[in-house]
């Protein structure tokens, strides 16, 4: 009896620790900074998580959000919703991520739900403390005012003393003349706003400016230039210093395609005008996933039906390179969708402002006015020069002064002239520089190796120009910009062994199955004309005149050939063998 009783204990013990070996836990940090953590099977799927998010949020519009992770090579992914959780993240348990806007919406006051903008908010107000939205000190004192009215409401000089501004941190820096001008604006342009308006102009302000939406991905151009390369809700756009280099709208955008560090956008801005843009990304990985973020923000922004999507690869060459296929709903489907909500609108519970706690480097130090003179003069050079060097740089088109309100985009995020491409317009007051600890992509010590490529940093280049200027043909620059630094001449073989390599690969590849499908034909060849199987299409193939012409005609001769050939060489061998 007693054994009965510890054998049926051992089983219900080892029942339990296998259902616990099925479970982990999982932490997700939400945009408030706060934590939601829940318990999960290994095998469920990303769209299970996400889904308890959403529910735990009371949210609804959810296809603009996602989960984002990090790898152990410190490489940000996100969380594909039709997989294992447990398969993408390479981790062991418990899993820690993050909720954030993968798709920012173009127009923030189209959102149909007030806890939808408010989570937007969150995201855009998170962007502007890491650096990564960035704007002219003007535009950054009056979105500042803003978060600083939907946060403490109208100024009350019992509550807020001298400097209160000052206890808040909106930006990476800023100095005691920027805290008194939002001060300025808290005090007597925004009085009466409720938090819900004072956060939707903050999104419209935001919206207009050329880094909305913003996901910065730290690359190289072919003459080691650094720059980011973003996806935004109008198109494709590349930052270098204080300016917007490039800009591509969706609908001119034709391919992405990467292979290994190396990231290509292929664009048609007219019928018979094609560019081609070259980047290089830190690392192989991050140039993947450079590259399913643009398959992804292509295909939510630029299709009309989720049913238009399509399988992407990511490189020419036969049966080589990634494949991947968006799986959500399009914009204007999630925009239809949220036409059809009717319920009361949901609680919201705001928080205050608190230092965010994924940006580490980011603190409350002393303001730029604390620094010594001699200091903030060499910081100040030290500026210019990097202003000074970006403009005598080769970019595509010479860098030209831009005006105040030229730095921005439209509604629909391009100029009118339609000339994005080719325009570098100033989009702040200091270069572009966002936190180490929020860029999607890591950035490498060394930085990415750069390979000699056809593209002058990074530039948009006709295809019918590219063959005139590789043979020799001289290109003068302007006088405010100096000519292109050639390339080391050693890199050059190097390049060429990798490209002939891949080509080799590549038609080994194909020769391998071409005669993988010779072999296939044979094999039913064989059970056409030497079985016996009575298979419905075998027997249809039979009866047909052409098979039956080429089976006497064709293939009983070939086979008494081989036939009479193998007993030659059957005869052939005994009769060696006889001798010996």
């Known amino acids: ?156 000089p019992q509550k807020h003393p001298q400097g209160y501004s000052s206890k808040f941190q909106f930006f990476p820096k800023h100095s005691e003349k920027l805290e008194r001008r939002i001060a300025d604006i808290h005090k007597a342009e925004l009085i009466g706003q409720s938090p819900e ?7 419209q302000k935001a919206q207009r400016l050329e880094t909305y939406g913003v996901d910065p991905h730290p690359c190289k151009d072919v003459s080691g230039n650094p720059a980011f390369l973003a996806f935004t809700p109008f198109g494709f756009t590349v930052l270098q210093g204080n300016r917007r280099v490039h800009f591509l709208k969706w609908e ?68 080589k390179g990634s494949r991947f296929r968006y799986s959500g709903k399009v914009a204007k489907e999630v925009m239809e969708q949220s036409a059809k909500i009717k319920r009361d609108p949901p609680e919201i519970h705001r928080h205050g402002m608190v230092p965010s706690r994924s940006c580490p480097s980011i603190t409350h130090g002393p303001r730029l006015t604390s620094v010594p003179r001699t200091r903030r003069r060499a910081v100040h050079i030290s500026i210019m020069e990097g202003l000074e060097s970006l403009r005598d740089s080769a970019h595509s088109t010479p860098v030209r002064s831009v005006s105040h309100g030229d730095s921005f985009m439209s509604s629909r995020g391009h100029l009118e002239d339609g000339s994005e491409a080719s325009t570098s317009a100033v989009i702040s007051d200091e270069a572009y520089s966002p936190s180490d600890s929020v860029l999607s992509t890591p950035v490498a010590e060394r930085g990415a190796e750069m390979p000699p490529a056809r593209h002058l940093n990074g530039a948009a ?90 089976h006497f005609e064709y293939f009983c001769p070939l086979r008494r050939w081989f036939a009479c050939k193998l007993r030659w060489m059957g005869g052939l061998l005994v009769s060696k063998s006889a001798g010996d």
Not at 497 to 504: C, D, P, T
């Open 1 to 156: 009896m007693q054994s009965t009783t510890e054998k049926m204990l051992s089983r219900l013990m080892s029942s339990s620790i296998r259902s616990l070996d099925r479970e982990c836990n999982c932490t997700v940090r939400l945009l408030d900074d706060s934590e939601y953590t829940c318990t999960i099977q290994r095998d469920a799927k990303g769209q299970y998580l996400f889904d308890l998010i959403c529910h735990h949020l009371n949210l609804l519009e959810k296809d603009y959000f996602g989960i984002r992770y990090v790898d152990p090579d410190k490489q940000r992914h996100w969380l594909e919703f039709t997989k294992s959780i447990a398969k993408q993240i390479k981790s062991q348990p418990p899993f820690t991520m993050c909720l954030r806007v993968k798709f920012y919406p173009p127009d923030p006051a189209a959102l149909k739900e007030e806890i939808t903008r408010y989570l937007v908010f969150l995201q855009v107000k998170r962007d502007l403390y890491h650096g990564r939205l960035l704007c002219k000190t003007s535009d950054a004192a009056l979105l500042a005012a803003y978060v600083l009215q939907a946060e403490i409401g109208d100024h009350d």
């Open 197 to 203: 308006t004072s956060e939707l102009n903050f999104l």
């Open 252 to 319: 001119e955008v034709t391919k992405l395609k990467f292979e290994a560090k190396t990231f290509h956008i292929y664009a048609n801005q007219t019928e018979d005008k094609k560019i081609i843009l070259t980047y290089f990304a830190p690392t192989p990985e991050a140039c993947k996933h450079l590259w399913k973020c643009g398959v992804e923000n292509q295909a939510f922004f630029k299709l009309e039906k989720s049913s238009q999507v399509r399988t992407v690869s990511s490189s020419n060459l036969f049966f």
């Open 461 to 550: 280049r006709s295809l019918d120009e590219q063959g005139p200027q590789q043979a020799g043909t001289s290109k003068e620059f302007p006088p405010d910009r100096r000519a292109p630094r050639p390339l080391r001449s050693k890199a050059a073989p190097a390049s060429d062994v990798e490209e002939l390599n891949k080509f080799i690969l590549s038609v080994l590849r194909l020769f391998l199955v071409t005669i993988g499908l010779l072999f296939a034909l044979l094999l039913l060849l064989i059970m056409l004309t030497e079985s016996d199987l009575d298979i419905a299409f075998l027997r249809d193939i039979r009866k047909t005149p052409e098979f039956q012409q080429f």
